[in-house]
């Protein structure tokens, strides 16, 4: 019991709700987004260009949003920035139950990334604020596990929901995120937040650009991250496309490696997090791209569930080494009273999320799954240029982060 209350301990309650209503969240989005390309190809039987330009308007939103959430939360404070993020995206989700006209899911989706990139950035910079710096890559990586602790139940009751009622789902989603942000409010209100919560960052906008500009670090992370989130991006966009295409029972099929791929992460995450703590962040990087490559270009020669296994494997270990580090290395990098703003430019990585899943459905059409997954293999792998360049930029600023496990 001694050991359970100091664990529990080791971070401010604000973060034990962020990462419970984590799982929770992400979830119940798990449950829908993954299948949004099925059920408009299904459903309204567009394109795979038009599925893609969808499912991609939603990072292209993030992309700039995020860089604005994140600066207002350090002039204003964490807490209204996420708040209203999270009561806006509730509100998304029922006009996905609404919606019936393509028009109207790419304004939603378009306003879903918006809403994501306000609260993300924020929440990890808050996570920082009132997290130990020793503690910090623990939280993060807790945080990730979080997302596919809700990512290894979403996909199979999505699946069921396909089945039963696809647009319940989305009702559903929207429930749960209202729910978070009454639950978010309410403990903001019981505990104080130490720090920036109040937000009283003098610097504007401009002032903000102009220091990141001069970031070697931050920008070549971005523009390595563009890339690994332009191979990212395929897993929800071409992927489902390509299995239920040459595959029997395809969206099963996509159930289950989306489930693999979250219970890996559960699993592996930690120790994995630990083992990387004796390398620098970006080197962990790199091995990280290395491996989402590799799994992509499996998924390419997979028609059968041992490829597609052992591809999904690849990309859950290059995430892994991946994501939560790129998180790390921003609170590394970012001065304290920039923190918010920091995070925010991170979201510039979404631009991969956006051209990804027009590139790979233009590439899935004109050639199939033989020359979209090789193709977007290459590109991934080019991430390595950047984080290389990134690593000498950083290996001033870098500290140990005495993780432990």
């Known amino acids: 019991?001694?050991?359970?209350?100091?664990?529990?301990?080791?971070?401010?309650?604000?973060?034990?709700?962020?990462?419970?209503?984590?799982?929770?969240?992400?979830?119940?989005?798990?449950?829908t987004l993954p299948f949004l390309a099925v059920y408009l190809s299904k459903t309204m039987d567009l394109h795979p260009?038009?599925?893609?330009?969808?499912?991609?308007?939603?990072?292209?939103?993030?992309?700039?949003?995020?860089f604005i959430g994140g600066h207002l939360s350090d002039r204003f404070g964490r807490k209204p920035v996420m708040l209203l993020a999270l009561g806006a995206t509730s509100l998304v989700y029922f006009g996905f139950f609404l919606a019936e006209t393509p028009s109207a899911f790419i304004l939603l989706n378009a306003l879903n990334g918006l809403c994501t990139a306000?609260?993300?950035?924020?929440?990890?910079?808050?996570?920082?604020?009132?997290?130990?710096?020793?503690?910090?890559?623990?939280?993060?990586?807790?945080r990730y596990t979080a997302i596919n602790i809700g990512a290894s139940v979403g996909p199979l009751a999505g699946a069921y929901m396909a089945v039963v009622s696809a647009k319940s789902a989305f009702?559903?989603?929207?429930?749960?995120?209202?729910?978070?942000?009454?639950?978010?409010?309410?403990?903001m209100k019981k505990y104080s937040v130490p720090g920036r919560d109040e937000g009283s960052n003098p610097m504007s906008l401009k002032g903000s650009l102009k220091i990141m500009a001069m970031d070697k670090g931050l920008r070549f992370l971005i523009l390595g991250s563009i890339l690994i989130n332009l191979g990212y991006s395929q897993i929800e966009?071409?992927?489902?496309?390509?299995?239920?295409?040459?595959?029997?029972e395809g969206v099963?099929?996509?159930?289950?490696?989306?489930?693999?791929?979250?219970?890996?992460?559960?699993?592996?995450?930690?120790?994995?997090?630990?083992?990387?703590?004796?390398?620098?962040?970006?080197?962990?990087?790199?091995?990280?791209?290395?491996?989402?490559?590799?799994?992509?270009?499996?998924?390419?020669?997979?028609k059968g569930w041992i490829i597609a296994i052992i591809a999904?494997?690849?990309?859950?270990?290059?995430e892994i080494l991946i994501f939560p580090s790129s998180s790390m290395l921003v609170d590394q990098i970012a001065p304290e009273e920039l923190r918010g703003t920091y995070f925010g430019a991170s979201q510039f990585r979404k631009i991969g999320q956006f051209a990804g899943p027009i590139a790979g459905g233009f590439l899935l059409g004109e050639g199939g799954a033989l020359l979209l997954f090789p193709v977007i293999a290459g590109i991934t792998v080019c991430s390595l240029f950047f984080f290389s360049r990134g690593n000498k930029a950083v290996s001033k600023v870098e500290q140990p982060t005495n993780f432990s496990v």
């Open 1 to 31: 019991m001694r050991k359970l209350k100091q664990s529990l301990g080791i971070f401010h309650p604000i973060v034990w709700v962020l990462l419970s209503g984590t799982i929770l969240a992400r979830g119940s989005a798990f449950m």
């Open 49 to 66: 260009i038009m599925i893609g330009i969808t499912i991609g308007i939603s990072p292209l939103t993030g992309t700039l949003g995020g």
């Open 118 to 142: 306000f609260f993300e950035p924020t929440s990890q910079a808050l996570i920082s604020d009132v997290t130990e710096k020793k503690n910090r890559m623990k939280a993060f990586s807790l």
């Open 171 to 187: 009702l559903i989603t929207g429930l749960i995120y209202l729910a978070y942000s009454v639950v978010l409010l309410l403990m």
């Open 237 to 248: 966009s071409t992927l489902p496309q390509h299995l239920t295409k040459t595959m029997e």
């Open 252 to 302: 099963f099929v996509f159930s289950v490696l989306l489930s693999i791929n979250a219970i890996m992460v559960v699993l592996l995450q930690m120790p994995l997090s630990a083992y990387s703590e004796k390398f620098k962040t970006m080197q962990v990087m790199m091995a990280g791209a290395i491996l989402l490559s590799a799994g992509l270009l499996c998924f390419g020669f997979a």
């Open 312 to 318: 999904v494997l690849l990309v859950t270990v290059g």
